[in-house]
């Protein structure tokens, strides 16, 4: 082998798969001494040494330098297969040694392949593996496509170093915060606590050590920029963000949120918390399958019991389930289911107990009867509860009834009075019509002036007839 092309490829070696060019010769050597070995079938100790400046290769039988004739095919080939071997035991021991320290940074990665479920992810010069328990529920990887995962363990099995990788563990929702909010980098602001349930919600408490920066607005981001980066990355798992608290009980109201609280007692003894919430905030607070109770558990630290406040009366923690129901109340919701009166409910029952102490003996239907009667008492308490009631809807309706009749007066009141108006109107306007007529009368004088002079006219004519006939009359006596 050319002396020069040796160290040339070793050069290789070392800057393609940062091996140290020490194991690279130690390598090289081994290789040629296994293959002259099986060349000439020596029983004798070989060495071979190979100059680091030159590249001249040397060999030592025992402490004799020997010299041998080039190796054939089979002998090469077989040096080639033990300088591979060689190169890939220190490969996987610098991965080991660069990858043990990494453990819980987030790297990218391409997806390479999918194998039994699980998805190799090409890291550059390693590959990592994310197992289907590791993965975000409802995600579907494809060959090519980029992903951020969190390296949780490096393990070597024999001559292979597995990378294992995850995406549903906490820390991972801790290392997106890091990288989209610079106040968690910068110490500003401190993840106190989380807790997940990947796929589905997270709840993460923040505080800050400056009083300036809003540790929640910061977390947010303008317009939602920050948070909505890490839920595209979560694909889409809801995230919580609360603010932590030393004390425990405003811890736990944080926690529960967006519920509200009524009151809360703690007992350190047993570190549960008893809290009562209002009967409409109750599945709230317990959340879809007791997720939002189950991640405030995890979150505070306490065991947390939640109760309403109409189960508040059996104590803490107590159920609805172990208490027994009133007979009275059990009669009156029978009777209402079938429509029947209570006294009807009560005489069957006196009569199927009448009929089961006959049977008994001849003493027992007088201890029937006088079970009926007294028995009667409840049924009597039912219906005068009964009547009770009834006799409020009646003051119900009385009070409806006086509502609309003042209701009506009311309206009465101002039909009559628009009345009075529309009348003034209507006289108003009769009015003005009349001024209207009289000024019409008064505009006509000339008419009446000669009219009046008619009369003087035929005044004068009559005057004239007379004269004439006393003139007549007088020429005529004259005549005679």
């Known amino acids: 082998m050319n002396a020069a092309e040796l160290l040339r490829l070793i050069e290789i070696l070392h800057k393609e798969k940062d091996i140290d060019r020490e194991i690279l010769f130690e390598a090289v050597e081994g290789a040629i001494a296994s293959a002259i070995k099986k060349r000439h079938s020596t029983e004798d100790e070989i060495e071979v040494k190979i100059d680091r400046f030159t590249g ?86 494809q060959p090519g496509e980029r992903i951020k995962a969190l390296i949780y363990d490096v393990v070597k099995s024999g001559q292979k170093v597995k990378i294992l990788l995850t995406r ?68 889409d798992e809801r ?28 007992d350190e003894a047993t570190g549960t918390a008893s809290v009562l919430v209002p009967d409409d905030q109750l599945s709230l607070a317990i959340g879809r399958k007791g997720q939002n109770v189950r991640l405030a558990t995890k979150l505070a630290g306490w065991e947390i019991k939640i109760q309403g406040l109409s189960e508040s009366t059996l104590g803490p923690g107590a159920s609805t389930d172990s208490k027994e129901e009133d007979p009275e109340v059990a009669a009156a919701r029978e009777a209402l289911l079938q429509g029947t009166s209570l006294e009807a409910i009560y005489s069957k029952e006196k009569k199927a107990k009448a009929e089961d102490a006959t049977a008994d003996g001849d003493g027992g239907e007088d201890g029937a009867v006088a079970d009926a009667s007294e028995e009667s008492s409840p049924a009597e308490g039912v219906d005068a509860d009964v009547e009770g009631v009834d006799a409020d809807v009646e003051d119900v309706d009385a009070d409806v009834e006086d509502v609309d ?76």
């Open 56 to 141: 001249d290769i040397e060999v030592f039988e025992g402490e004799y330098l020997a010299e041998y004739p080039d190796m054939g095919r089979i002998q090469a080939q077989t040096a080639k297969q033990v300088i591979i071997q060689k190169i890939r035991e220190a490969e996987s021991e610098v991965i080991f040694s660069e990858y043990e320290n990494r453990a819980g940074e987030l790297v990218n990665g391409t997806v390479q392949r999918i194998e039994g479920g699980n998805v190799i992810v090409n890291l550059g010069r390693a590959e990592g593996i994310l197992p289907r328990q590791e993965r975000i529920r409802g995600e579907n990887y």
């Open 168 to 235: 549903a563990s906490p820390d991972f929702v801790i290392k997106l915060f890091e990288l989209e909010v610079p106040e968690i980098g910068e110490k500003i602001i401190e993840v106190k606590a989380i807790a997940r349930e990947a796929g589905f919600r997270t709840k993460v408490a923040v505080s800050s050590y400056d009083m300036r920066v809003d540790c929640i607005g910061a977390c947010v981001g303008i317009r939602g920029t920050r948070i909505k980066s890490i839920t595209d990355e979560l694909n």
């Open 239 to 266: 995230i919580d963000i609360i603010r932590w608290n030393d004390s425990s009980e405003v811890l736990i109201i944080n926690a529960l949120r967006p519920a509200q609280i009524h009151s809360m007692t703690l």
């Open 405 to 480: 009749a003042d209701v009506a007066d009311d309206v009465a009141d101002d039909v009559a009075d628009a009345d009075l108006d529309v009348k003034d109107v209507e006289e108003t306007e009769k009015a003005v019509e009349g001024d209207g007529d009289a000024g019409d009368e008064q505009s006509e004088p000339g008419e009446q002036l000669d009219e009046t002079s008619e009369p003087d006219a035929d005044a004068d004519t009559a005057v004239d007839d007379e004269d004439d006939v006393e003139d007549v009359e007088k020429t005529g006596s004259k005549e005679e």
